[in-house]
């Protein structure tokens, strides 16, 4: 049987918090940290409307592209690892975060055989903690800092303004795949 493998993605995204996306379109250099939690929860709610109308399935449309479900378990899964990182930044002490390769932890999890009503259920429940956990920063807390593996240094609301974007871009993929 063969397998079919999504070619990794290895850019470094961070470029984002400086420049419009020149696909999505989405612009962090533009938004504020204490805007992301309604982005988060309007985000939250293009993926409830993929959810009621069928869009969240199993099926890549073709080899080098994820399904609509895989996108919805990564930005189900981005939400959470975000919640995690943010509440570490908040708590610790210039926290260094280990390598999230998101390819892997498609396979690792089982992406693609998961159901679409759990995926979307938990989906809205991760987005809506981490928006919750960023309603709750405030002043020189959005400053705290953080690292990634890869020597990328952040604070609060950097990260918090760089994540958003990875998932208003796979729903405008998601979109782009059903328009």
């Not at 709610?45 to 890549?60: C, L, Y």
């Not at 593996?149 to 871009?169: E, L, Q």
Request: with cysteine; proline share 5%; glycine share 6%.
């Amino acid at each position: 049987m063969l397998t079919r493998v999504v070619v990794p993605d290895t850019k470094d995204w961070t470029w984002v918090l400086e420049q419009a996306c020149p696909e999505c379109g989405f612009d962090a250099s533009k938004c504020e940290a204490e805007d992301v939690a309604g982005l988060i929860r309007d985000n939250a709610q293009v993926w409830e409307r993929f959810r009621r109308n069928g869009t969240i399935r199993p099926g890549r449309p073709n080899e080098s592209t994820w399904s609509t479900l895989e996108y919805a378990c990564h930005v189900r899964d981005v939400y959470r690892l975000y919640r995690t990182r943010i509440e570490c930044m908040l708590t610790e002490d210039d926290p260094l975060f280990e390598n999230w390769d998101q390819d892997a932890a498609a396979i690792a999890h089982s992406y693609e055989q998961q159901a679409p009503e759990v995926v979307a259920a938990e989906l809205a429940f991760a987005a809506e903690s981490l928006a919750s956990a960023l309603d709750g920063v405030s002043g020189p807390s959005w400053l705290r800092p953080g690292r990634r593996s890869d020597g990328a240094s952040f604070s609060v609301g950097t990260i918090a303004r760089c994540m958003i974007h990875d998932p208003i871009h796979h729903a405008w993929d998601v979109h782009k795949q059903h328009s």
